[in-house]
């Protein structure tokens, strides 16, 4: 139950800068504690798994919309451009420029 309650927690506030104080908070665990217990439970650290999801909804509005690239990395949570670009083709292997043309279907 507390993982459901700590997942839809992020799922409401992924786009937000995160702290895992905040995320621990959820669960009334210490920041350690919380660390090792996501970690468990999800096999992903905490930001690993925000990273995962941000890059998951850019990814669906690179498809969907015809918004800008950086528009779309701070929408998703990205502060820095050039971090999402490194994450985002590490990810997928290609850029969002590419990721997007490769799924252009108009």
């Known amino acids: 139950q507390r993982l459901k309650t700590v997942?839809?927690?992020?799922?409401?506030?992924?786009?937000?800068?995160l702290r895992v104080a905040d995320a621990a908070g959820v669960c009334s665990f210490s920041a350690s504690h919380f660390m090792r217990w996501f970690k468990k439970m999800t096999g992903l650290s905490l930001i690993a798994y925000v990273n995962e999801r941000r890059l998951a909804v850019a990814a669906?509005?690179?498809?969907?919309?015809d918004d800008k690239i950086l528009n779309i990395s701070q929408d998703a949570g990205f502060t820095n451009l050039?971090?999402?670009?490194?994450q985002f083709r590490k990810r997928y292997g290609v850029t969002p420029k590419?990721?997007?043309e490769m799924n252009d279907i108009s």
């Open 7 to 17: 997942l839809q927690w992020l799922s409401a506030h992924y786009a937000e800068p």
């Open 60 to 65: 669906e509005a690179l498809k969907k919309t």
């Open 82 to 86: 050039s971090n999402f670009n490194r």
């Open 98 to 100: 590419e990721y997007r």
